[in-house]
């Protein structure tokens, strides 16, 4: 019984582990992380180039909504900006949540899929 008990400890320590990242300090960290979020997970279609990346402190948390940018060489409708999707970012280790999967419900992040 006892070794089950350190076994799960040591278990989960090490999900822990794993699951922490590097902190994730400033608003533009913020962005840059939820850049490299939306491309690596496919959260959007649009190129990166094409997405607007608005953070919002949040105390323990930034907030980033993420939007379409409507340009020339992005197409859409010139002064319009229509949010996507919102991340979540976890100031102390970067664990970020969104709701790019059902526009309602935040949820942590789906596995990537390799090509």
């Given at each position: 019984?006892?070794?089950?008990?350190?076994?799960?400890?040591?278990?989960?320590?090490?999900?822990?582990?794993?699951?922490?990242?590097?902190?994730?300090?400033?608003?533009?960290?913020?962005?840059?992380?939820?850049?490299?979020?939306?491309?690596?997970?496919?959260?959007?279609?649009?190129?990166?180039?094409?997405?607007?990346?608005d953070t919002a402190d949040k105390g323990r948390y930034f907030l980033v909504?993420?939007?379409?940018?409507?340009?020339?060489?992005?197409?859409?409708?010139?002064?319009?900006?229509?949010?996507?999707?919102?991340?979540?970012?976890?100031?102390?280790?970067?664990?970020?949540?969104?709701?790019?999967?059902?526009?309602?419900?935040?949820?942590?992040?789906?596995?990537?899929?390799?090509?």
């Amino acid at each position: 019984m006892i070794r089950r008990a350190i076994a799960a400890a040591a278990l989960l320590a090490s999900c822990h582990v794993w699951a922490s990242g590097p902190a994730v300090l400033t608003d533009s960290e913020a962005a840059t992380k939820a850049a490299d979020i939306t491309r690596d997970y496919g959260l959007s279609k649009d190129k990166t180039e094409c997405l607007l990346f608005d953070t919002a402190d949040k105390g323990r948390y930034f907030l980033v909504r993420v939007r379409e940018n409507h340009t020339e060489a992005c197409g859409g409708e010139a002064g319009v900006s229509p949010a996507l999707f919102f991340l979540k970012i976890r100031k102390r280790d970067g664990y970020t949540i969104t709701n790019a999967y059902d526009s309602e419900h935040y949820r942590p992040l789906k596995p990537r899929h390799k090509n």
